[in-house]
Nanobody
Framework: VQLVESGGDSAHTGGSLKLSCILSGLPFEFEDVAVAWFRQAPGKAREGVSTIGGFDGSTFYADSVKGRFTIAADSAKYTVVLQMSSLKPEDSGTYYC??????????????????????WGRGTQVTVSA
């Protein structure tokens, strides 16, 4: 399984960025997975940002990004995007895409817990300046 993130960039407070994660090598269908975005700032713990279920598009958002970030999936393209708006400096960090196999129609029990996801991308950098 391979996950490749892209779209990281620099932005100003209040700006927008769109991150993409392309999955390949899945030994099962996209509908059998949940894909999550995590982020990690220097010196801080990795934080679960958002998760989407491949079967029905069910979602999880961290409180810190609700109303500002939107996650979406294109099952035909094995792609998950994270649209980030109203960016804040505290949104800065390396953003990682992660994948876990799930029962269709469900999300991992602890969707924002990195231990739930065995497969990870290498990350893409987001920097938000005031």
């Amino acid at each position: 399984v391979q996950l490749v993130e892209s779209g990281g960039d620099s932005a100003h407070t209040g700006g927008s960025l769109k991150l993409s994660c392309i999955l390949s090598g899945l030994p099962f269908e996209f509908e059998d997975v949940a894909v999550a975005w995590f982020r990690q700032a220097p010196g801080k713990a990795r934080e679960g940002v958002s998760t989407i279920g491949g079967f029905d598009g069910s979602t999880f958002y961290a409180d810190s990004v609700k109303g500002r970030f939107t996650i979406a999936a294109d099952s035909a393209k094995y792609t998950v995007v994270l649209q980030m708006s109203s960016l804040k400096p505290e949104d800065s960090g390396t953003y990682y895409c992660a994948e876990a196999r799930v029962i269709r129609g469900t999300l991992p029990t602890s969707a924002g817990d990195s231990d739930e996801y065995p497969f990870w991308g290498r990350g893409t950098q987001v920097t938000v300046s005031a």
